[in-house]
């Protein structure tokens, strides 16, 4: 549990399920591409917060697959493209972000750390209108590995110059929840209250049910 808020330096935040409400459009871009392998079944919570390649990779060889960087790639490049379509047309900014986030700038150094491409986080921060709220921002093609690997959040506090800490993490995922932790950093879970059961297992310092209860930072 969270006691002392005024330790940290710098809130790292997650985009998708975080500040951008794009679960939705991800999940029937997943469903729609996978479809046409005939992958008509796959569990999208096991997948959440992964990178595209890496989460391509997994379902193809839950499904018994032949798994080459060929298909990955493929199959990749269209969830992406049919996922930057649905989001342009569908994807919506949390409500409230915009104000909340301006007033944590105020305190805190905050960063955009995301395991999505940088087409979705740019469509993001040109939807957010707060862009600008950042110190930095990173994404998926900024380092080896996704999550659950701690890269993109260890790279987050190397570009900082602070300790592990001196962040706190704001995740919606497990496998971002595993992410943070691997890389020392507390982490402040984003999960509906009907769902808050599933994340006990990740032992996040705490559970909020959406990003306006972070007002708590304040």
Same mark, same amino acid.
């Given at each position: ?25 991800? %999940? ?17 919570? $096991? *997948?959440?917060? !992964?990178? #595209? &390649? ?7 060889? %839950? ?5 080459? @960087? ?5 199959? #990749? ?11 342009? /047309?569908?994807?919506?900014? $949390? ?5 909340? +986030? ?17 087409? #979705? ?9 707060? $862009? /600008? ?8 093609? !900024? ?7 701690? &890269? *993109? ?15 706190? +993490?704001?995740?919606?995922?497990? @496998?971002?929840?595993?992410?943070? /932790?691997?890389?020392? *950093?507390? +982490? ?7 769902? /808050?059961?599933?994340? +006990? ?18």
């Amino acid at each position: 549990m969270l006691n002392n808020f005024r330790k940290f330096q710098a809130i790292l935040f997650d985009m998708d399920g975080v500040l951008f409400l794009s679960t939705d459009c991800h %999940e029937r871009a997943y469903r729609e591409v996978l479809q046409t392998v005939g992958i008509k079944y796959f569990s999208y919570a $096991a *997948i959440a917060g !992964m990178r #595209t &390649d890496e989460a391509i990779k997994k379902i193809l060889l %839950e499904n018994h697959q032949v798994v080459t @960087s060929d298909v990955v790639r493929e199959l #990749t490049t269209k969830k992406r493209r049919r996922a930057l379509a649905l989001l342009d /047309q569908e994807g919506r900014v $949390a409500e409230g972000s915009k104000e909340l +986030v301006c007033n944590l700038r105020k305190k805190y150094r905050l960063i955009l750390a995301s395991s999505a491409s940088c087409q #979705t986080v740019d469509l993001f921060l040109k939807k957010s209108g707060y $862009a /600008q709220a950042f110190e930095f921002v990173l994404d998926g093609s !900024m380092v080896e590995r996704a999550k659950p690997a701690p &890269d *993109i959040y260890a790279l987050a506090v190397k570009k900082l110059g602070i300790t592990p800490e001196d962040c706190v +993490v704001i995740e919606d995922a497990g @496998s971002g929840i595993q992410a943070a /932790q691997a890389a020392g *950093i507390a +982490v402040i879970a984003i999960v509906p209250k009907n769902r /808050q059961d599933e994340f +006990v297992r990740f032992n996040p310092a705490m559970v909020l049910s959406n990003v306006n209860e972070l007002t708590v930072l304040l």
